[in-house]
């Protein structure tokens, strides 16, 4: 492995964020009705759309969930990610799809131009990974995958305004978890989750870049409708339409 992001390849890690993490994200639930209410407001019931950087498929499963017709393409680098999002996903269906591959480059669109254009693309905390010049690159490439009307949301971990909104964050993220743990009765103290999540392995690998910064990369892409539909401190729904 040799970029910081690769460490998402790894099983212990991938397995950790899944069950250890991802439910005791601050507000998980309410970014995900969100995000599923900015869906139904404009995206049709029997849609195909991208969930990007799928992880288990979280994101990805909560559309399908809400449009059982929809046609799904989950796409991650990492193999236990994409193990974990098959398996969650229940029976084999020919509306489901998994791939393996890597959007670090920009061939990553090869793997599904077959299938574009989509009406929705989404993405959950994974973008954040690549440097800002590849995180505006990527925003044009989804441009290009959407149809006209399409509509694409990034939920995001973006840049703190300063050092002190950063460490706000970093308490409600260690209240959250501790919290999980707890529910969990795992015993653990809040200073273990606190040490946890403050050195944890991933942190280095994150490239975040500010809110307003990326909107304006989504403008410049030539998204319409660009807007923040959910924040808290340094996690962000954002995204834009494709004009038709
Ligand atoms: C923090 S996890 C989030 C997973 C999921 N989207 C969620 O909301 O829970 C980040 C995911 O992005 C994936 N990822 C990171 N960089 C990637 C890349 N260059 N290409 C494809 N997937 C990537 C990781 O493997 C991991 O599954």
Redesign the pocket.
């Known amino acids: 492995m040799n970029r910081p ?1 690769e460490v ?2 790894k099983e212990d890690l ?1 397995r950790g ?1 899944i069950e250890h993490v ?1 439910s005791a994200i601050p507000m998980a639930r309410e970014q995900i009705d969100i995000m599923l209410k900015v869906i139904a407001s404009r995206v049709p019931a029997e849609c195909s759309f991208i ?6 498929g ?2 990805g499963r909560a559309v399908r969930a809400m449009y059982p017709k929809s046609t799904a393409y989950f ?4 193999q236990p ?1 994409i193990d974990a999002a098959l398996e969650k996903a229940g029976p084999a269906d020919d509306r489901l799809h998994f791939l393996i ?4 480059h920009p061939d ?1 669109t090869a793997g599904v131009r077959d299938a574009a254009p989509f009406d929705l693309i989404i ?4 973008i954040h ?2 440097p800002d010049e590849r995180k505006r690159a990527i925003y044009q490439e989804i441009y290009a995958l959407l149809k006209p009307g399409g509509l694409f949301l990034n ?1 995001e971990h973006v840049a703190p305004s300063s050092p002190w909104a950063e460490a706000v964050s970093d308490q409600l993220f260690i209240d959250s978890l501790w919290e999980f743990e707890q529910k969990r009765a795992s015993g653990r103290t809040r200073e273990e989750v606190a040490t946890e999540w403050l050195g944890r392995a ?1 942190r280095a690998a994150n490239l975040l870049a500010p809110l307003d910064d990326q909107c304006e990369w989504l403008r410049q892409a030539g998204f319409s409708d660009v807007d923040c539909y959910f924040k808290v401190l340094e996690l962000a729904l954002f995204g834009g339409i494709k004009p038709r």
């Not at 993405?123 to 994974?126: A, D, I, K, L, W």
């Open positions: 992001d998402w390849k991938a964020f991802r969930d990007l950087g799928c992880g288990d979280i994101l796409l991650d680098f990492s990610m591959s890597d959007y670090a990553w993405s959950g905390f994974s990974h690549q939920l991933d």
